[in-house]
């Protein structure tokens, strides 16, 4: 079955500790993106990427670096600078070409920070 | 002004009932909306792309008035299953390709 994968589902972490979350898809879209949602709120972009060994900043991308090595790939590291890094994590993907804007999400991953 | 701005709610409505969310949009520049539906604790999941045309599928009818900078979403015969919270989503336009902003949502419940 084709689809993205996030893992892990919930994850834990003490303050001052980098960590990072997995995405991967599997539906050979070009572009991939990381969400983040907190209680109540939209969805804010933190980083993108339309091609492999290319990725652009969205709207909130301080205390978060991303890398793009493979198509299939975008993992999102969360790092001691984030300063209010709980928040519920999506990964997303779309096909590019043709229908740019129909982005497909993985399951998300809850990061709490203590 | 926020971007992408959706009726606050939430709603609560009977199994049965005509609902409909409402959404403006800032850009005017933007060129692709949707309509995604968000379950309790899970990632979103498209529901519908808008067209200009307007656009049905099943219950769900979307429009789009582009002069107006406004979506829509009616759902007909509301069922249980339609409680979920539903985001306005809307791409950025210009050179920002594949860059989208979504509203905060609205809470939608189906009661029996």
């Known amino acids: 079955d084709g689809g993205i994968t996030q893992s892990p589902k919930y994850l834990f972490r003490k303050e001052g500790q980098n960590v990072t979350l997995s995405c991967e898809q599997n539906l050979n879209h070009d572009a991939m993106y990381w969400y983040r949602q907190d209680p109540g709120q939209g969805l804010r972009l933190i980083y993108y990427s339309q091609i492999v060994n290319d990725f652009q900043k969205g709207d909130i991308a301080e205390g978060y670096s991303v890398s793009r090595e493979k198509k299939e790939s975008f993992p999102l590291t969360v790092t001691s600078a984030q300063k209010n890094p709980t928040a519920f994590y999506l990964c997303a993907s779309s096909p590019g070409q043709g229908r740019p804007y129909e982005q497909y999400f993985g399951p998300g991953t809850r990061l709490t920070v203590t | 002004r926020k971007e992408v701005e959706q009726d606050p709610g939430p709603f609560n409505v009977p199994e049965g009932a005509t609902v409909a969310f409402n959404c403006t949009y800032s850009?005017?520049?933007?060129?692709?909306f949707f309509w995604y539906r968000q379950d309790c604790r899970k990632e979103p999941k498209l529901l519908m792309s808008?067209?200009?045309s307007g656009n049905e599928d099943g219950r769900f009818t979307a429009q789009l008035n582009r002069a107006s900078q406004y979506i829509s979403l009616l759902i007909r015969d509301s069922k249980l299953s339609d409680s979920a919270t539903y985001l306005c989503?809307?791409?950025?336009?210009?050179?920002?390709?594949?860059?989208?902003?979504f509203g905060q949502g609205t809470i939608l419940t189906v009661h029996p």
């Open positions: 989503v809307v791409n950025a336009g210009g050179t920002s390709y594949g860059k989208l902003t």
């Open positions: 808008v067209y200009s």
């Open positions: 850009n005017s520049a933007s060129q692709s």
